[in-house]
């Protein structure tokens, strides 16, 4: 596959990233390299990794525990902490080799570190190469609530290896399926249809037209001032619900990809509500959501919790939560508001 060239910097496939981290390494002359993992991609991709990486540079491994739990600044500090007592400085280089907590938070570590030291992304699950790779956003959590702490900030490239995928679980993989049909119903139904009609998928061209689409609407608007903020739809109930139960002692996590799915199910039918989009598309979401996700049980009693985090969410303005909707497959409206009742009642809808 062709590289996509970002803001900034470029997306590498395959073999070929190897040999451009190589490079980049040699070229910049880098003091120390750090290199980002949890305990399941130390154990699954650091060996691959490690193998194509060409340099005789000092390399030391970071490891922090894995989960949305652990995505926060107390982690951070951990890591700060040991890229200091390890001789870390400016000229050194942090690679992130993960799934999107050590994306998100890797980024958001190396661009404090002595106020900004290059990073490199590599991300190892569906979710983070169809998200994660594009976009300059980092950033860790503030308790429960996703995403409040971070920055923009570009990596100097990002290598995807499709070959990682064999690492992660089934669950993991139709998280990652989340995002991409959310491309597709905002930007490209083509991927929504694949989707839908095939069961032979080739994930490989998938993650390639995600990133692409994900890359044209950042190249077009880098600071989520219009057309970015399509990118969140789904996320923006989702969130909130993905939230809730991680914060619940009684409830199962839900994935990212979980949660954004019922997100989506339940703004197209405020869509359909509010703007008119089509009930049978609505359906037709809802079927192809349900065919992958288990049904999660939202229980009426938690919906007030759920509509209370709804009011911490990082997009919005002056008190008032703002949702991306959908007048039409590829035609969205931004900075839609929502009363109250009516996403009660999409999440009833999402139960039934």
Not at 87 to 105: A, C, H, M, N, P
Not at 248 to 253: G, Q
Request: hydrophobic share 40%; with cysteine; aromatic share 8%.
């Amino acid at each position: 596959m062709k590289s996509i060239q970002a803001v900034t910097y470029p997306v590498h496939f395959q073999d070929k990233a190897y040999k451009e981290l190589s490079d980049l390494v040699s070229k910049n002359n880098y003091s120390t390299i750090f290199i980002l993992v949890d305990e399941n991609t130390f154990d699954h991709c650091y060996p691959k990794f490690i193998q194509n990486l060409s340099t005789d540079k000092q390399i030391e491994v970071i490891e922090i525990e894995s989960g949305e739990i652990n995505k926060n600044l107390e982690t951070c500090v951990g890591v700060w902490n040991a890229i200091t007592e390890l001789g870390g400085d400016r000229k050194s280089l942090l690679i992130t080799l993960g799934g999107g907590v050590i994306t998100d938070l890797g980024g958001f570590v190396a661009s404090c570190f002595k106020r900004g030291i290059d990073f490199v992304n590599i991300p190892t699950t569906l979710l983070s190469m169809v998200d994660a790779s594009v976009g300059g956003k980092t950033g860790v959590d503030l308790g429960v609530l996703k995403n409040q702490i971070g920055l923009f900030a570009n990596p100097e490239m990002v290598i995807v290896d499709t070959d990682y995928l064999t690492t992660v679980t089934e669950r993991e993989i139709k998280s990652g399926t989340a995002e991409i049909i959310k491309y597709g119903v905002t930007y490209d139904i083509t991927l929504f249809n694949e989707i839908k009609d095939n069961k032979n998928l080739k994930i490989s061209d998938l993650i390639f037209r995600s990133i692409e689409i994900k890359n044209e609407v950042v190249l077009q608007d880098p600071k989520e001032q219009n057309l970015r903020k399509i990118l969140n739809f789904g996320h923006t109930l989702g969130h909130a619900i993905e939230s809730f139960y991680l914060e619940s002692e009684d409830k199962e996590n839900l994935t990212h990809g979980e949660a954004i799915a019922i997100g989506m199910v339940c703004e197209c039918y405020m869509s359909s509500k509010l703007l008119g989009f089509p009930s049978e598309k609505v359906n037709e979401v809802k079927e192809v959501v349900l065919s992958i996700y288990n049904k999660t049980n939202l229980l009426k009693e938690d919906f007030s919790n759920i509509i209370e985090l709804l009011k911490h969410d990082k997009k919005n303005v002056n008190g008032q939560v703002n949702f991306v909707l959908l007048n039409d497959f590829e035609n969205h409206k931004i900075d839609c508001k929502v009363p109250e009742d009516l996403i009660m009642e999409s999440m009833e809808f999402y139960n039934k």
